[in-house]
Protein backbone atom coordinates (compact mmCIF):
# COMPACT_ATOMS: atom_id res chain seq x y z
CA UNK A 1 0.00 0.00 0.00
CA UNK A 2 2.92 2.26 1.46
CA UNK A 3 6.55 2.14 0.12
CA UNK A 4 9.15 4.30 1.94
CA UNK A 5 12.29 4.62 -0.13
CA UNK A 6 15.33 6.49 1.87
CA UNK A 7 18.60 7.45 0.85
CA UNK A 8 21.72 9.19 1.77
CA UNK A 9 23.31 7.43 4.77
CA UNK A 10 27.02 6.47 4.23
CA UNK A 11 30.48 6.91 5.89
CA UNK A 12 31.38 9.93 7.34
CA UNK A 13 34.46 11.74 9.45
CA UNK A 14 33.01 13.37 13.02
CA UNK A 15 32.59 16.83 12.13
CA UNK A 16 30.86 15.87 8.62
CA UNK A 17 27.24 16.47 7.09
CA UNK A 18 25.10 13.90 5.32
CA UNK A 19 21.46 14.19 4.11
CA UNK A 20 18.55 11.96 4.55
CA UNK A 21 15.83 11.77 2.24
CA UNK A 22 12.74 9.50 2.75
CA UNK A 23 9.81 9.33 -0.08
CA UNK A 24 6.69 7.37 0.42
CA UNK A 25 4.37 6.22 -2.31
CA UNK A 26 1.07 5.13 -2.73
CA UNK A 27 -2.35 5.76 -2.36
CA UNK A 28 -1.90 8.23 -0.04
CA UNK A 29 -4.54 11.12 1.05
CA UNK A 30 -2.60 12.65 3.38
CA UNK A 31 0.49 12.60 6.12
CA UNK A 32 -0.26 14.07 9.26
CA UNK A 33 3.46 13.37 10.70
CA UNK A 34 6.82 12.33 8.97
CA UNK A 35 10.20 12.03 11.37
CA UNK A 36 13.04 9.98 11.89
CA UNK A 37 14.33 7.28 13.97
CA UNK A 38 17.62 5.77 14.94
CA UNK A 39 18.86 2.14 15.97
CA UNK A 40 22.47 1.61 17.14
CA UNK A 41 23.83 -1.85 17.76
CA UNK A 42 22.44 -3.30 21.08
CA UNK A 43 20.32 -0.24 21.95
CA UNK A 44 16.27 0.14 21.13
CA UNK A 45 15.27 2.40 18.12
CA UNK A 46 14.83 6.25 19.17
CA UNK A 47 13.21 8.91 18.18
CA UNK A 48 15.65 11.70 16.30
CA UNK A 49 13.32 14.57 15.26
CA UNK A 50 9.59 14.60 13.81
CA UNK A 51 8.00 17.04 11.22
CA UNK A 52 4.46 17.90 10.70
CA UNK A 53 2.44 18.69 7.38
CA UNK A 54 1.79 21.95 9.07
CA UNK A 55 5.71 22.14 9.65
CA UNK A 56 6.26 21.80 13.35
CA UNK A 57 9.26 20.12 14.24
CA UNK A 58 10.27 18.25 17.43
CA UNK A 59 14.00 17.13 17.87
CA UNK A 60 15.58 14.80 20.10
CA UNK A 61 17.92 16.67 23.07
CA UNK A 62 21.03 14.90 21.37
CA UNK A 63 20.57 16.33 17.62
CA UNK A 64 18.96 19.71 18.80
CA UNK A 65 21.15 22.13 17.41
CA UNK A 66 22.91 19.65 14.88
CA UNK A 67 20.10 18.22 12.77
CA UNK A 68 17.53 19.85 11.34
CA UNK A 69 14.61 17.59 9.84
CA UNK A 70 12.67 19.01 6.82
CA UNK A 71 9.77 17.80 4.21
CA UNK A 72 8.04 18.27 1.06
CA UNK A 73 4.36 18.21 1.17
CA UNK A 74 4.02 17.83 -2.12
CA UNK A 75 6.56 15.23 -3.24
CA UNK A 76 5.50 13.25 0.18
CA UNK A 77 9.11 13.33 1.23
CA UNK A 78 11.00 13.88 4.32
CA UNK A 79 14.91 15.26 4.79
CA UNK A 80 17.17 15.12 7.35
CA UNK A 81 20.19 17.32 7.04
CA UNK A 82 22.79 15.91 9.67
CA UNK A 83 25.76 18.33 10.36
CA UNK A 84 28.57 17.83 13.12
CA UNK A 85 28.07 14.14 13.46
CA UNK A 86 29.65 12.29 15.99
CA UNK A 87 30.57 8.87 16.45
CA UNK A 88 27.58 8.19 18.52
CA UNK A 89 25.06 9.30 16.08
CA UNK A 90 26.37 6.11 14.03
CA UNK A 91 23.17 3.89 13.66
CA UNK A 92 20.96 2.91 11.07
CA UNK A 93 18.50 5.61 10.55
CA UNK A 94 14.53 4.75 10.32
CA UNK A 95 12.30 7.01 7.94
CA UNK A 96 8.63 6.97 9.33
CA UNK A 97 5.60 8.33 7.88
CA UNK A 98 1.90 8.42 9.60
CA UNK A 99 -0.40 7.69 6.39
CA UNK A 100 -4.10 8.58 6.35
CA UNK A 101 -5.90 7.05 3.13
CA UNK A 102 -8.66 8.98 3.59
CA UNK A 103 -10.53 11.60 5.59
CA UNK A 104 -12.23 9.07 8.06
CA UNK A 105 -9.89 6.52 8.74
CA UNK A 106 -7.50 6.94 11.48
CA UNK A 107 -3.87 7.20 10.43
CA UNK A 108 -1.39 4.36 9.85
CA UNK A 109 2.42 3.81 10.68
CA UNK A 110 4.64 2.86 8.06
CA UNK A 111 8.49 2.22 8.27
CA UNK A 112 11.78 2.65 6.04
CA UNK A 113 14.36 -0.29 5.43
CA UNK A 114 16.42 1.77 7.15
CA UNK A 115 19.97 3.24 6.17
CA UNK A 116 22.95 3.07 7.74
CA UNK A 117 24.69 5.83 8.71
CA UNK A 118 28.34 5.82 10.19
CA UNK A 119 30.34 8.08 11.76
CA UNK A 120 34.09 7.46 12.46
CA UNK A 121 36.41 8.91 14.51
Known amino acids: QVQLVESGGGLVQAGGSLRLSCEASGRIFTIPIMGWYRQAPGKQRELVATITDGSITNYADHVKGRFTISRDNAKNTVYLQMNSLKPEDTAVYYC???????????????WGQGTQVTVSS
Open 96 to 110: NARVKFNIILSAIDY
